[in-house]
């Protein structure tokens, strides 16, 4: 059974930095599918930050992330990463990474931006960034 869980969460202030980890274990092949991180804000939908290719082939994020997040994967250490900088208060929320995504070549970007596209899920880190 495939397991994920994060970690790295925690609070700082608008224009700090934060690098969460989400460790994957229990046979979960990393050159097929897609992975990602999303967030949810208090009283808000869960949303798509960013998104790794199989086998960190491609990234994607949402305009929100873009130029300030980095995405990335250690395969030999069965871990994702999000490197968070230039962090602002509406970066605040739950962050979830999210593996299985189907790789969708022939669609731009070709890792899926919906929550219900991914199969396996960790429990959340939470991030509070001050003003």
């Known amino acids: 059974q495939v397991q994920v869980l994060e970690s790295g969460g925690g609070s700082v202030q608008t224009g700090g930095s934060l690098r969460l980890s989400c460790r994957v274990s229990?046979?979960?092949?990393?050159?097929?599918?897609?992975m990602a991180w999303f967030r949810q804000a208090p009283e808000k939908e869960r949303e798509g930050v960013a998104g790794?290719?199989?086998?960190?082939?491609?990234?994607v994020f949402a305009a929100s992330a873009k130029d300030r997040f980095t995405i990335s994967l250690d395969s030999g250490d069965h871990t994702l990463y999000l490197q968070m900088d230039s962090m602002k208060p509406e970066d605040t929320g739950m962050y979830y990474c999210?593996?299985?995504?189907?790789?969708?070549?022939?669609?731009?970007?070709?890792?899926?931006?919906?929550?219900?596209?991914?199969?396996?899920w960790g429990h959340g880190t939470e991030v509070t960034v001050g003003a």
């Open positions: 790794i290719y199989p086998g960190g082939s491609g990234t």
């Open positions: 999210a593996v299985g995504g189907p790789l969708m070549p022939y669609y731009a970007p070709s890792c899926p931006g919906e929550s219900i596209d991914y199969s396996y």
């Open positions: 229990g046979g979960y092949i990393y050159g097929t599918y897609c």
